[in-house]
């Protein structure tokens, strides 16, 4: 079939040109030329889990770039998330990120020349547990996605803070 064939060949040039940003250009003559490259690298990100980073990604890209970084697919996360609770989490959430407020598809507050994407996240991570239940998803946008697992979510108070500056060893404190 056509449509495999084109995917699998996108597939393989972006394995094997991991770190390389590409354009549109290259990636049409790629897939042998089909109009639908596009579709077909949108299926390798949601369907198959490859990061691959356009300018909605990263500020460094231009429109029509592409990149992937890492040759893994990412672990089933979203992918396993039906299409239905998708729209019911982000419909719930108002189509905005829960934890920096950015909306679907408007300019980040963070960074203006990315345009809000949003993404499905755990809200206690699956890897201490928790579920692809609707009640532990929300929508998060890929800014705080990226940085989610350097994330705290309780931040210290400035009073705990000095609390453990106090404990300090003296030159440390300085
Ligand atoms: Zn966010």
């Given at each position: 079939m056509a449509k495999q064939s084109s995917k699998a060949k996108l597939r393989?040039?972006?394995l094997e040109n991991i770190g390389?940003?590409?354009n549109?250009?290259?990636l049409f003559s790629v897939s042998g030329g089909v109009s639908e490259w596009a579709r077909r690298v949108r299926e390798l990100r949601l369907e198959e889990g490859y990061k691959i980073l356009t300018h909605n990604d990263r500020s460094d890209l231009k429109p029509g770039e592409y990149l992937l970084l890492d040759p893994k697919p990412q672990p089933a996360f979203a992918r396993n998330i039906s299409k239905e609770t998708r729209a019911l989490v982000l419909d719930r959430n108002g189509y905005t990120c829960q934890?920096?407020?950015a909306v679907a598809?408007?300019?980040?507050?963070y960074d203006s020349t990315r345009k809000t994407r949003l993404h499905i996240g755990h809200i206690i991570d699956?890897?201490?547990?928790g579920t692809d239940d609707p009640a532990n998803l929300r929508a998060i946008c890929s800014v705080c996605n990226e940085g989610a697992s350097n994330l705290?979510?309780?931040r210290p108070s400035s009073q705990k803070l000095l609390v453990q500056i106090r404990r300090a060893k003296g030159?440390?404190?300085l």
């Open positions: 393989q040039h972006f390389r940003v590409m549109s250009e290259e934890m920096c407020g598809g408007e300019p980040h507050p699956k890897s201490l547990g705290t979510l309780v030159e440390d404190q």
